[in-house]
């Protein structure tokens, strides 16, 4: 094949022919029809897996946090005033109407936040006038706010549920049965990293059936942008991706790119495909690992952009399956019956200027690559460097660019999965909350819609809801420590003439707490009760799903005061410098081990028990009202436990608690990735053993491997030292890191191959 000492490429042989004959075999007839097996300009045998490059430019602009510099630079003509230029799509009308309906948030917001804090000045002993108390008023006003606002967006989404159809919404202006136009390309992306396999080509070959059963298939293609850095997950991969395209006739149709050089994560992934086939496709569909959409969404979705031509980004409602776990059929359960309201709710409030979630969703690409590649954030620590939560910049961009940004909420056919167990779902908030941080310090960004701004603040809000109602705990049982301990203070303000009489009102604190349970639990009543009038013989039937709201409404008092407690601790985390570990989360259900809830829970049923112990000695009356908080940590360990469990999970569905339609009637792409999923566990994949040991997995890999240097003494000089050095501990021996060197170099794996194969 090449003769290393030399440097020199040998003319096809033997052995050549011997390898187009087994990546014949392997990949099937539709391969070699389609021309994508041959020999490269070395002789060297190899598989087209991606389309032909067509370059295209797509540059960021360097990021202006400080408005004091973007204005001096502008005073000295160094840069231009933007202006967010105006959509001019004959549906404008919504643009006044966003308006209209966010100034009546905010006002009901105010006014239902002033009325509480009012209501909780007259709660404290002294009415607000010391000054622990203000900063209790002052904590409790933020809280209660955030609250307020999440109360009347899930009512605005049962209103728009229940009246039907938005006259505003993105899909007011189609009907659903346009034809495609034959030049609107489509590129499905999935970005990958050392995902499970199996569970990513269960799901796209499902996506991908399904779409070839609606007759439009030949208006996209679909392309996997791996950034697998595991060397084992990396050769299954390959053959995962031949395995589907062979399945499915998909060869020159279902591409695969695994990036030797990895920037900027999957935002990076992404640019990286556009940058090179960007240009080929008027629209982009970005999945995630675990998406499954349906052939009629993605069609549909299509049909929304032709039928909007400013819309810049239509993000849809994905719906949580395909977990058995307690913990995620709760969760699961939670989002399908709740999530309607709320995400209907943003799209009320939001219209045209709406969150962009990052997967399941599809944008126009040239208005994406002209205004939203993403600089680094400037600066050193643990706010600068590459953002992290890539999707909400990217919908800012665009519409400061004046694209609209749409949640297409009441289109079907739109699919994920949710994390199996809690600390699965906490290592995920992490990555969330460091980057919600980061975007935070682009609030004063030039152009930016002012909806896009809120949406920055929501993000930290979020996050940093948690560490203020620790604090509002702190203060309240600060207070109560002050009461007790201290001699009272009738005279609290200066020149006071009149003593001012220390009183507890526990029935004004029952009342509020009634109204802010009130507003909590109350969109969880109206979702049950706007399924209950239409059809709930997919949730179980009506009792069972009151019983199962009753059941989630229990964990999630649970669950929230642990939630905060590690919210907290990232949020510490992060303005110390720290910065969170960005690995791809489980697709599997998979159990919490005692062990493991104990090193993450530990410190929080002590501190649960210490503070039991303070607040009973200071006033046992008073330990009542925090006995929820204390408890929820006291028993933190076995609920995370016991709650990440398959058999109880499967428990309760046999009770038909927790059901969901997807369980009950599952659609058709939802039954074949589980049929594909459980296929693929029967057969066990290759890992890099097989590469060097196994010809048929050995020879794909080196078709596949991209670092395909022209004959030069310097490279082949270093390939013969590694080829020295690595041969006699291969494959088990070497490290992650050589292995994907050998991975990449086709004429150092072959090396490897022969020194790995018996004679």
């Known amino acids: 094949m090449v003769n290393l000492s030399q440097g020199t490429p040998a003319p096809a042989n033997a052995d050549t022919a011997l390898d187009v004959q087994r990546l014949r075999e392997r990949c099937g007839p539709a391969a070699e029809e389609a021309g994508l097996i041959g020999l490269d300009g070395q002789g060297r045998v190899c598989v087209t897996s991606a389309p032909p490059l067509r370059r295209a430019s797509m540059v960021p602009e360097p990021w202006i946090t400080n408005p004091v510099v973007g204005y001096w630079q502008r005073w000295r003509g160094r840069r231009r005033r933007r202006r967010t230029p105006e959509p001019g799509d004959p549906a404008a009308g919504w643009r006044a109407a966003g308006s209209r309906r966010r100034s009546l948030l905010l006002?009901?917001?105010?006014?239902?936040?002033?009325?509480?804090?009012?209501?909780?000045?007259g709660v404290l002993p002294y009415q607000g006038r010391d000054l622990l108390e203000i900063a209790i008023l002052v904590l409790f006003a933020l809280l209660f706010g955030w609250v307020s606002s999440g109360f009347w967006t899930a009512l605005a989404g049962f209103l728009q549920l229940v009246r039907g159809r938005d006259r505003y919404s993105i899909s007011a202006n189609s009907t659903g049965h346009e034809p495609i136009d034959p030049s609107a390309r489509t590129a499905i992306v999935m970005p990958i990293c050392n995902e499970s396999v199996e569970r990513v080509f269960a799901g796209l070959r499902a996506t991908y059936e399904s779409l070839a059963r609606t007759g439009h298939l030949e208006h996209f293609d679909v392309f996997v942008l791996s950034d697998t850095y595991d060397p084992d997950i990396a050769v299954a991969e390959q053959s995962a991706w031949v395995d589907i395209c062979r399945a499915t006739g998909g060869f020159g149709r279902i591409f695969y790119r695994r990036r030797r050089r990895r920037v900027k994560r999957k935002s990076g992934n992404i640019d990286d495909f556009c940058r090179r086939w960007g240009a080929d496709y008027r629209y982009m569909v970005v999945l995630d690992a675990d998406s499954v959409m349906t052939g009629d969404c993605l069609v549909r979705m299509v049909q929304l952009m032709q039928a909007n031509p400013r819309a810049g980004i239509i993000q849809t409602a994905p719906r949580a399956t395909g977990m058995d776990s307690l913990y995620a059929r709760a969760q699961q359960f939670a989002t399908r019956v709740y999530g309607p309201l709320f995400t209907a709710g943003l799209h009320y409030w939001q219209l045209g200027e709406s969150h962009y979630w990052g997967h399941n969703a599809i944008i126009r690409l040239e208005p994406f690559m002209e205004h939203c590649a993403l600089a680094p954030l400037p600066g050193k620590g643990a706010f600068a460097g590459a953002i992290l939560s890539h999707d909400f910049v990217e919908a800012a961009l665009m519409r400061r660019a004046g694209w609209g940004v749409w949640i297409a909420y009441d289109l079907p056919g739109s699919y994920e999965e949710l994390p199996p167990n809690l600390l699965e779902e906490l290592q995920r908030d992490q990555r969330w909350c460091h980057g919600n941080l980061m975007n935070f310090r682009l609030f004063l960004t030039e152009g930016l819609h002012p909806v896009h701004r809120a949406v920055f603040l929501t993000g930290v809000m979020s996050y940093l809801s948690a560490p203020l109602w620790f604090l509002f705990l702190l203060l309240s049982t600060a207070l109560l420590a002050v009461h007790t301990l201290t001699e009272p203070q009738y005279f609290v303000q200066p020149?006071?003439?009149?003593?001012?009489?220390?009183?507890?009102?526990?029935?004004?604190?029952?009342?509020?707490?009634?109204?802010?349970?009130?507003?909590?639990?109350?969109?969880?009543?109206?979702?049950?009760?706007?399924?209950?009038?239409?059809?709930?013989?997919?949730?179980?039937?009506?009792?069972?799903?009151?019983?199962?709201?009753?059941?989630?409404?229990?964990?999630s008092m649970l669950l929230a005061p642990v939630r905060m407690l590690f919210h907290?601790?990232?949020i510490v985390a992060t303005f110390a410098g720290g910065h969170a570990k960005w690995v791809s989360p489980s697709r599997d259900n998979d159990a919490t081990a005692w062990s493991e809830a104990f090193r993450a829970h530990a410190s929080q049923s002590l501190l649960g028990l210490a503070w039991l112990a303070l607040v009973y000695w200071l006033s046992p009356s008073f330990l009542w009202w925090m006995l929820p908080i204390l408890v929820a940590w006291l028993v933190a360990i076995p609920i995370s436990v016991w709650s990440s469990r398959v058999s109880w999970g499967q428990a309760l569905?046999?009770?038909?608690?927790?059901?969901?339609?997807?369980?009950?009637?599952?659609?058709?792409?939802?039954r074949a990735t589980r049929a594909y999923h459980e296929q693929a566990r029967q057969q066990a994949l290759p890992g890099f053993a097989g590469a060097l040991t196994d010809?048929?997995?050995?020879?794909?890999a080196r078709a596949l491997a991209r670092a395909r240097h022209r004959g030069s003494a310097i490279v082949d000089a270093a390939r013969l030292r590694r080829v020295r050095d690595w041969a006699p501990k291969a494959p088990d021996g070497l490290t992650a890191a050589e292995r994907m060197a050998v991975l990449d170099d086709p004429v150092l794996l072959s090396a490897l191959q022969r020194s790995s194969w018996p004679d």
């Open 107 to 121: 006002l009901l917001v105010v006014a239902q936040t002033i009325v509480a804090t009012w209501y909780m000045r």
């Open 495 to 555: 020149h006071q003439l009149f003593p001012l009489w220390p009183q507890w009102q526990p029935l004004k604190a029952v009342a509020l707490l009634s109204a802010t349970a009130l507003l909590l639990f109350l969109p969880k009543v109206l979702s049950v009760l706007l399924i209950a009038l239409e059809d709930a013989r997919g949730y179980g039937g009506r009792l069972r799903l009151a019983a199962s709201m009753v059941l989630e409404s229990l964990l």
């Open 568 to 570: 907290t601790r990232f």
């Open 653 to 670: 569905r046999r009770a038909r608690l927790f059901c969901i339609p997807e369980e009950v009637r599952p659609p058709a792409a939802l």
């Open 695 to 700: 010809p048929d997995v050995g020879v794909l």
